[in-house]
């Protein structure tokens, strides 16, 4: 059977974790499998900051450059300890690779960003090939972006499906092993630029080859036991939800659950691939499943909490009504900015929206549309959504502080509070 695994940061974040998988890879012999892997641990993040410091020309930018150099040499000494030099010669190169890219400070942010943060990913893989090599895993390491094609939205590219699933039937039909190893989060244009596909992109590339070869199903190994009902920092008593949905699953994405990207979603409820939340602190454990199942939809409310969040109230100053005119405008307006709406009400004489706090907001929207609408707005706010809800939870909510907007529908509560401390 066919499946497609994907391991992210945290599931390769040190030498034990590595081990770990190469345990869990051992237990699947009689699959065949695609393997997708991320940069280890906070990588990416590191690299962001790298980028930022070089293209600020800050000296910083080489200490924190050694860091993460430093970070994967300790990871690689303990996986190779009784032949330290094994992966060395091919990660010098990576390494030196990514230092002179760091250098191109003349390519535009994006293009940039995706010449350089993409090394988190290849240096990761080229870690744990080595590594799956010498305990005798049989793997064929593939590079992505030889096979997922995608435009050149740098930073947040697209697929050519098509063209993509076609380069990824060949390669795995031509391969001779049973396991491929590949990056997550990276591909190329078709004239062989690299592009990356997002923050958190590696479970897309997972569904992407996935759908590419019809496999059996998607399995993401997480340090969690499963897709749970609310983040578990914030609710101790957060419960593992067994199955949900594609569409449940949607919308609690859309909601803003760091669950699953909707991205991810969508390409394999088109084939009914399901996909699998597990645990690679307990393989064993049964699995959360994402399919088209819905019967246990709405079986556990779900939590998610948004916090630092703006909510901007307009109003005509001119008197008029609120009407269909204005509320094209002003979308109009937003869709411009950028501005990602989580909530919104509309009454007879004025819109409020509620998004993500950013700085510059509020003194923008003043600029572009303050001469015909007065706008106030409050800050530091939270925004509760909770799907399946119960009227006791609502009234345990509307406790958490003053609550600025409520609303509901039959499956979903909204709100947004001030948070008393
Ligand atoms: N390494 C990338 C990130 O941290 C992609 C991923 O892990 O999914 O966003
Ligand atoms: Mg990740």
Known sequence: ?????????????????????GDILRAYENDDLVVVVSAMG??????????????????????????????????????????????????????????????????????????????????????????????????????????????????????????????VKLAFTQSAQRIMLTQGFIGATSNRRTTTLGREGSDFTAAILAWSLDAAE????????????????????????????YSEAIELAYYGATVIHPKTIKPLENKRIP?????????????????????EDGALPCFIVKENQIMISLRPRDFSLLNEWHLHYLFGVFDQIGMNI?????????????????????????????SNYEIRYNTALTLFTIRHYTEQIALDFAKKGEVLLEQRSRTTLQLVVRVSS
Not at 56 to 71: H, P
Not at 350 to 367: A, H, K, N, Y
């Open 342 to 370: 989580h909530v919104m009400q509309v009454s007879a004489r004025s819109l409020t929206v509620c998004l993500d706090f950013e700085e510059r907001l509020p003194e923008i929207i003043i600029q572009m549309i303050g």
């Open 275 to 295: 996909l699998k939340v597990q645990s690679f602190v307990n393989p064993l454990d049964p699995p959360s499943i994402i399919s088209g199942d819905r019967s």
């Open 218 to 245: 998607v399995v993401i190994w997480k340090d969690v036991p499963g897709l749970l009902n609310a983040d578990p920092k914030r609710f101790p008593q957060a419960e593992k939800l067994n199955k949900i949905s």
């Open 1 to 21: 059977v066919l499946k497609v695994f994907k391991f992210g940061g945290a599931s390769v974040k040190d030498a034990c974790s590595v081990r770990n998988m």
């Open 42 to 167: 906070k990588t990416t993040n590191t690299l962001e900051k790298i980028l930022r410091l070089s293209r600020a020309a800050s000296t910083e930018a080489t200490n924190v450059y050694e860091q993460l150099v430093g970070y994967h040499r300790i990871i690689v000494g303990e996986l190779f300890k009784d032949a330290p030099n094994t992966p060395a010669p091919e990660l010098t190169k990576l390494w030196q690779e990514l230092w002179d890219k760091l250098q191109m400070t003349h390519l535009a942010y994006d293009e940039h960003y995706d010449q350089t943060v993409s090394y988190g990913e290849l240096i990761s893989t080229t870690i744990i090939s080595h590594y799956l090599r010498k305990i005798g895993i049989e793997h064929q390491h593939v590079d992505v972006r030889k096979l997922i094609t995608t435009n050149n939205k740098f930073r947040a590219a697209e697929p050519e499906w098509e063209l993509t699933a076609a380069n």
